[in-house]
T-cell receptor
């Protein structure tokens, strides 16, 4: 069975602060994929990143960066210099050998002025 | 189409009635998924299609729920004898390949908000 845990239910920061969203996963598969999705108040799910289990390189895209560590089964997401438009629910997800995409329960990020 | 299309966007139904939710995936996408998101909750997996077959139906919550996909394209999720606990947003996603989707992940539709009164 596969499982994704996002222990942070809600995080509030002031604009321009850096914030890290934690994601810990469990799977018995040796080949798997990890994802982050953003769900703004409008409700649609926006794809942010996909990583496969053989690529532990960290990735940076603008203000976003991701830290994948197989040793701790974590795939954390950092937003640098947060902005109000970053306010959303962020989901971490895992796709293992069975193709099913398993989601964490999400972290609600609130960025205030 | 350009994206995953779901209809209707909103559906209000009386308890005990049957409802059909439709998903039109991105053209050429072989994999199709249904998820359910209750208010303030995460996404609950319902069923996965690869082509017309459903290798994983493990998430369907009861035998009142069924889904089909014809022609490897459009999928319909049917809920019979709806109950108030079925109220949720039902999301559909598609991808161009199997495990892990494509480099762009799985593309989600905007969902159908189902309210059972």
């Amino acid at each position: 069975a596969q499982k994704v845990t996002q222990a942070q239910t809600e995080i509030s920061v002031v604009e321009k602060e850096d914030v890290t969203l934690d994601c810990v996963y469990e799977t018995r598969d040796t080949t798997y994929y990890l994802f982050w999705y953003k769900q703004p108040p409008s409700g649609e799910l926006v794809f942010l990143i996909r990583r496969n289990s053989f690529d532990e390189q960290n990735e940076i895209s603008g203000r976003y960066s991701w830290n994948f560590q197989k040793s701790t089964s974590s795939f954390n997401f950092t937003i640098t210099a947060s902005q109000v438009v970053d306010s959303a629910v962020y989901f971490c997800a895992l796709a293992g050998g069975g193709n099913k995409l398993t989601f964490g329960t999400g972290t609600q990020l609130k960025v205030e002025l | 189409g350009a994206g995953v299309s779901q209809s209707p966007s909103n559906k209000v139904t009386e308890k005990g009635k049957d409802v059909e939710l439709r998903c039109d995936p991105i053209s050429g996408h072989t994999a199709l998924y249904w998820y359910r998101q209750s208010l303030g909750q995460g996404l609950e997996f319902l069923i996965y299609f690869q082509g017309n077959s459903a290798p994983d139906k493990s998430g369907l919550p009861s035998d009142r729920f069924s889904a089909e996909r014809t022609g490897g394209s459009v999928s319909t999720l049917t809920i019979q004898r709806t109950q108030q606990e079925d109220s949720a947003v039902y999301l559909c996603a598609s991808s161009s390949s199997g495990q892990g989707g494509s480099n762009y992940g799985y593309t989600f539709g905007s969902g159908t908000r189902l309210t059972v009164v």
